[in-house]
């Protein structure tokens, strides 16, 4: 279960262990798809083939994002209920989910 704190109005989360892990595997990854399609640019793959290394590492980040989100958004709605300065943690993550639907858009 993610923990947040309330610092400068921003939840900053402390992630355990076992919450890090999985983006952290994703990002690696991520990194893999990336540098693979480093390799076919510099071998002049096909077009097509690149394109679809991108879309599949774009896919692969938004899934990051939205496990980011979910981290953020849970250990906000639990800081909120206890923090006395709820507008502050809501403020947060409405802020967050903006940036997030702008990159979406």
Same mark, same amino acid.
């Not at 640019?41 to 077009?47: G, I, K, N, S």
């Given at each position: 279960m993610t923990r947040g704190t309330l610092v400068d109005g921003r939840v900053c989360l402390a992630r355990t262990d076992a919450e890090r892990a999985p983006l952290v595997r994703r990002l690696g990854r991520i990194e893999g798809q990336v540098r693979g399609l480093r390799a076919?640019? /510099? %071998?002049?793959?096909?077009? #097509?083939?690149?394109?679809?290394?991108?879309?599949? =590492?774009? !896919?692969?980040?938004?899934?990051?994002?939205?496990?980011?989100?979910?981290?953020h958004v849970a250990a906000g709605l639990r800081l909120a209920a206890r923090d006395p300065d709820? /507008? %502050?943690?809501?403020?947060? #993550?409405?802020?967050?989910?903006?940036?997030?639907? =702008?990159? !979406?858009?």
């Open positions: 076919m640019v /510099e %071998a002049d793959r096909h077009c #097509l083939d690149e394109i679809q290394q991108i879309r599949a =590492a774009t !896919a692969a980040l938004r899934e990051v994002g939205l496990l980011i989100i979910d981290q709820r /507008e %502050a943690v809501m403020a947060d #993550l409405l802020r967050v989910l903006r940036a997030a639907m =702008a990159e !979406a858009g």
